[in-house]
């Protein structure tokens, strides 16, 4: 009777095939590693990672709180997303709008809505006049295509309003 102890499955053989079971468990090992590592890729990427989902949404805000920013943090090459730009004005007035720093060396603004009083480039970036409604809000829809590839960080600010910091990426 054979011992359970003793599983000679396990065990290097010769006959009728040769096997080297210490380097096929260490290759069993090795994909075990790697479906785990295939099935974490899967979840990042439902949750956003890699574009749109809770990771990479994001809301940022300046300091005082008159200009806000909703974003995605990650794109793909060629790929379109939303960016939805909000500040905070007396009513009826315009507001001075300028987005600065490598927001347009990574992207292309596919469409804009709605437009802008006045548009003039500025530096590295641009300037936009904004008309504010009734409540003193003025918004601005982007729609955003990713050129690039890497880390872009840019920052926008409103006249007299602290910077809000934006930072993308862009995957192949």
Known sequence: MKDEGDSTDLHSRQF???EDMAYQLKVWRFERVGWYLLVLCMLLGLLG???RG????QDARSDDGK???EYEMFHRN????PMKISVRATPESTVELEIDGELLDGFSIETMQPMPQRMRSSGQGMRLRLQADAQGQATVYLTLRGDGLGLF????NAAG???V??????FP
């Open 16 to 18: 009728p095939i040769r």
């Open 49 to 51: 990672l890699f574009s």
């Open 54 to 57: 809770v990771i990479s949404s």
């Open 67 to 69: 200009v806000r920013v």
């Open 78 to 81: 060629g790929s379109t997303n």
């Open 153 to 156: 960080r840019s920052h926008l």
């Open 161 to 163: 309003s602290n910077d």
């Open 165 to 170: 910091k934006l930072t993308q990426f862009i």
